[in-house]
C-alpha cells in the first residue's frame, strides 16, 4: 500500500464548478496535511494546510481532514481555467519542525471554458 | 516563508558526468530536503540534509549516487554522481521554515542526461 494515495485523474470539471480532491494516507502517526498546486514545468506551490480534524476554508479552497478515517480532501469552489494543474497531497508525520514529507501521485485537473 | 535560490535551473549532461546542484535559502534553517521527480511522476525524497551531520537517505537512495553537503543552516548541494540517462528528472530542493507556513521548494533543477 502506498504511503499517500490519490487518484491520478485527470479529474475534468466546467468553469464555475466545484472540483473535488480526495487524497488518503496509511500512517495514522501523520499530524501535518498539505496541499501543493503544480504547473507544468513549475515546482510545487503550497495552498492549504491543514492540521485537526474538520474544514479549513481559505478563499475558494476548503480543505477537510477525518484523521479517523485517514482521509485528505481539497474543494474548489468556483473552478477557473487557471486552476487547471496538477494537485499533490503531502503528508509530514511529525507536527514538530523537520519532518519528511510525503507525497501522493498527485491529481491532474482541467477547468474546461 | 523561505525564499530559496536553486541552480542550475537546467542541465544537460553526458552519461558517466557528475553535476552538482546548489541550494541557497535566505534563512537558517534545520533541514533540508531534496526530492526527485521523474517525468509524468510525483516528487520522492532522496534524503534529508542536516548541518553538522550525514545525511539521512531513504530506500533506493544511496550515499555513492548522490552525496549530499550542508555546510551551514542556509546552503545544500546535491551531487549526481556518474550520470545515466536514468537520471533524467527535475531535482528540487524543499525546507520547512515554520510549521504554519509549510515546505517551500526551490524553482528546480531540470537535468537530462545524453
Known amino acids: 500500500q502506498k504511503e499517500v494515495e490519490q487518484n491520478s485523474g485527470p479529474l475534468s470539471v466546467p468553469e464555475g464548478a466545484i472540483a473535488s480532491l480526495n487524497c488518503t494516507y496509511s500512517?495514522?502517526?501523520?499530524?501535518?496535511f498539505f496541499w501543493y498546486r503544480q504547473y507544468s514545468g513549475k515546482s510545487p506551490e503550497l495552498i492549504m494546510s491543514?492540521?485537526?480534524?474538520g474544514d479549513k476554508e481559505d478563499g475558494r479552497f476548503t480543505a477537510q481532514l477525518n484523521k479517523a478515517s485517514q482521509y485528505v480532501s481539497l474543494l474548489i469552489r468556483d473552478s477557473q481555467p487557471s486552476d487547471s494543474a496538477t494537485y499533490l497531497c503531502?503528508?509530514?508525520?511529525?507536527?514538530?519542525?523537520?519532518?519528511?514529507?510525503?507525497f501522493g501521485q498527485g491529481t491532474e485537473l482541467s477547468v474546461k471554458p | 516563508s523561505a525564499v530559496i535560490s536553486q541552480k542550475p535551473s537546467r542541465d544537460i549532461c553526458q552519461r558517466g558526468t557528475s553535476l552538482t546542484i546548489q541550494c541557497q535559502v535566505d534563512?537558517?534553517?534545520?533541514?533540508m530536503f531534496w526530492y526527485r521527480q521523474q517525468p509524468g511522476q510525483s516528487l520522492t525524497l532522496i534524503a534529508t540534509a542536516n548541518q553538522g551531520s550525514e545525511a539521512t537517505y531513504e530506500s533506493g537512495f544511496v550515499i555513492d549516487k548522490f552525496p549530499i553537503s550542508r555546510p551551514n543552516l542556509t546552503f545544500s548541494t546535491l551531487t549526481v554522481s556518474n550520470m545515466s540517462p536514468e537520471d533524467s528528472s527535475i531535482y528540487l530542493c524543499?525546507?520547512?521554515?515554520?510549521?504554519?507556513?509549510?515546505?517551500?521548494f526551490g524553482s528546480g533543477t531540470r537535468l537530462t542526461v545524453v
Open positions: 500512517d495514522r502517526g501523520s499530524q501535518s
Open positions: 534563512s537558517q534553517v534545520t533541514m
Open positions: 491543514i492540521y485537526s480534524n
Open positions: 503531502a503528508v509530514n508525520s511529525h507536527y514538530n519542525q523537520g519532518g519528511k514529507l510525503i
Open positions: 524543499s525546507v520547512e521554515k515554520a510549521v504554519v507556513d509549510g515546505y517551500t
